[in-house]
């Protein structure tokens, strides 16, 4: 059984650019969420989906990000027009309804160049 | 607001030592509590969980984790350190009942050296 995959793991972007971070949750799981690590900081939260449905996005920057996870296909977490303050790890995790705890892929690591 | 504090955020210790990584967390109710640890250029690995129960927790490598209630507390110990042991540790908070409990609140992390 997998775990969670995301790719690429690395992704050089220039200014301007976008991103697109993709995510297959492990076999089996519905729920994916987001998160991103600054450089010498935790990881903070940032969407939360179910399959074809945004639950929580409230961690998110209200504008250039965006997230979708189709009823078929990863999860995707789009950054259009990026700038240098986007370069960190992004990094994606999936579980079950009633699971303990979630499970996190390798994370993406974005750089803004 | 919920919180939650690792205040070392650099600890070093010789291999065969013991070691105990503390971590407090700010939140009206009892969270759920988790230790993850990441080594450089990895992903997250769940050491252990606490959700109800014993409040001691053991966990995966060796780890153990010990929920104070009353200290708002959930510290992780291990009673002798190895080399590869070496990398960085992040308490987490989760606060979603009724759901997946995926959605997490991270602490900053403690990088923890292992001297020869």
């Known amino acids: 059984n997998a775990g969670v995959m995301q790719n690429p793991r690395h992704l050089v972007r220039r200014r301007g650019q976008e991103a697109r971070l993709r995510c297959s949750p492990m076999k089996g799981h519905s729920h994916v969420y987001w998160y991103r690590q600054l450089p010498e900081e935790g990881l903070k939260f940032m969407v939360y989906?179910?399959?074809?449905?945004?639950?929580?996005e409230s961690g998110m920057p209200k504008e250039r990000f965006s997230a979708e996870f189709p009823k078929e296909g990863p999860s995707i977490l789009r950054i259009q027009q990026v700038v240098r303050g986007d370069s960190a790890a992004y990094f994606c995790?999936?579980?079950?309804?009633?699971?303990?705890?979630?499970?996190f892929g390798q994370g993406t690591r974005l750089t803004v160049v | 607001a919920q919180s939650v504090t690792q205040p070392d955020i650099h600890i070093t210790v010789s291999e065969g030592a013991s070691l105990e990584l503390r971590c407090n967390y700010s939140?009206?109710?009892?969270?759920?509590l988790f230790w993850y640890v990441q080594s450089p250029g990895q992903g997250l690995q769940l050491l252990l969980k606490?959700?109800?129960?014993?409040?001691l927790v053991q966990g995966i490598k060796g780890f153990e984790a010990e929920f104070k209630r009353s200290q708002s507390s959930f510290n992780l110990r291990k009673p002798s350190v190895h080399w590869s042991d070496a990398a960085e540790y992040f308490c987490a908070v989760g606060l979603d009942r009724g759901s997946t409990l995926g959605r997490l609140y991270f602490g900053r992390g403690t990088q923890l050296t292992v001297w020869p």
């Open positions: 989906l179910q399959k074809e449905n945004i639950i929580d």
């Open positions: 995790a999936s579980s079950i309804k009633g699971a303990g705890g979630a499970f």
């Open positions: 939140y009206g109710a009892t969270p759920y």
């Open positions: 606490y959700f109800s129960g014993d409040t």
